[in-house]
């Protein structure tokens, strides 16, 4: 998932929103049912009167999935949610325009509009291996991040996903498909490219995997990031019919996890 490689950015962000189509199949199928927004949440060191920056803020679930009552924003927080796609920045609006908290621009994550040291705390969620240059982006991140503030990133495993991804290559030469171990920011190397900009890095895994019951909900889910004629889409669809038929469940590995960052 380079940020030429994991699908089209600009069909799957920009022109549609192809990501709550992966988020609802996680949602539903995921073995780990604290679930993954909760447990980013959790990663998050908060005090009152933060400023915060979210990069590529997608649907802004992270935001949304507060679901114990332990859980809140900071209080007097202001936090600033920012994506490259209007249409995500719409969506988020539509969630959360009535919190005043809450503010909203698109933004590009390599040439930011924010003063130098002006955040507490940044976070980018599953998004690094989108942006063209990372240099470029991280820079950024460090410039706006105050001198005792946190960077958050979330990010995957190069074997997440890696029973789909073994039926992926059977059509290698046919279909190009996204495999994480193409993916130019991951858990595996990630804290090479973060300590270049940042003094302390941390990784901290979440520990889940997929149970999928519906072979539709998984073809919708692999179509939402890869382009595929509809004859390989039969042959897939019937693959995956035949381990749910035999199996009951299509059992899916899933590598995630969160690097935290100071300077």
């Known amino acids: 998932m380079s ?8 069909e799957m962000y920009v022109k549609r929103d192809t990501l709550s189509t992966r988020v609802d199949l996680h949602d539903k199928y995921s073995v780990n049912k604290y679930g993954w927004f909760n447990w980013v949440f959790d990663q998050y060191q908060f005090t009152e009167n933060m400023n915060i920056l979210e990069l590529g803020c997608g649907t802004g679930n992270i935001w ?12 007097n927080a202001k936090i600033i949610l920012t994506d490259i796609s209007p249409l995500m ?16 621009r698109v933004v590009d994550i390599q040439k930011t509009p924010f003063e130098a040291g002006e955040f507490d705390m940044v976070a980018a969620n599953h998004m690094l291996y989108h942006v063209p240059d990372m240099g470029k982006a991280l820079s950024e991140i460090k410039r706006v991040l105050k001198d005792d503030g946190y960077f958050y990133a979330t990010t995957l495993g190069e074997n997440s996903l890696k029973e789909l991804q073994d039926i992926y290559r059977k059509y290698e030469g046919r279909i190009h498909f996204s495999y994480s171990k193409d993916c130019t920011f991951t858990l595996e190397n990630g804290e090479e490219i973060l300590r270049k900009f940042f003094g302390k890095v941390e990784r901290r895994f979440y520990l ?14 692999i ?39 100071t300077k």
């Open 223 to 261: 179509v939402s990031y890869n382009k595929i004629t509809q004859d390989v889409y039969n042959e897939m669809y019937e693959t995956i019919k035949n381990v749910i038929n035999k199996e009951d469940v299509f059992k899916i590995r899933k590598d995630q996890g969160m690097f935290i960052c």
């Open 64 to 75: 949304q999935k507060i679901e114990a009552p332990e859980k809140s924003i900071p209080k």
């Open 208 to 221: 889940d995997a997929l149970e999928v019951t519906s072979a539709d909900d998984l073809m919708n889910y």
């Open 3 to 10: 940020a030429n490689d994991f699908g089209n950015v600009n």
């Open 89 to 104: 920045i719409e969506k988020v609006k539509e969630k959360f325009i009535k919190n005043a908290c809450f503010s909203f």
